[in-house]
């Protein structure tokens, strides 16, 4: 098994959650921080360009893409989780193990 794309898109998942963080920085600050929204807008372009990138290794698309957003909102889950001390209901929990079950199902 090739593990070159599912890298591809677990650094996908990262620039994505990156990007993210960086929206909230501007819409926290305030709209006169227009260097951030570019920042930001940069980033998940570069994200999106990762994924585009991991179609080269016979990847299917709906599942590439599946990967990348579960990725994405794990990282994002955890990194609110232990930066911001934002607290996941029982609700957000069974949706994060389920995302990860479909992905399993899809594979």
Do not use: C, R
Request: proline residues 2%.
């Amino acid at each position: 098994m090739n593990y070159l794309p599912l890298s591809i898109l677990f650094i996908s998942g990262i620039v994505l959650t990156i990007g993210d963080l960086i929206f909230k920085s501007w819409a926290v600050k305030g709209m006169g921080y227009s260097l951030l929204y570019v920042f930001g807008v940069i980033t998940y372009l570069a994200g999106s360009l990762l994924l585009v990138e991991s179609y080269k290794y016979d990847v299917n698309i709906v599942v590439a893409g599946i990967i990348q957003i579960l990725l994405n909102t794990v990282i994002l889950v955890v990194f609110t989780y232990f930066y911001f001390h934002e607290p996941l209901t029982a609700k957000q929990i069974v949706g994060i193990i389920l995302a990860v079950v479909s992905l399993y199902l899809i594979k």
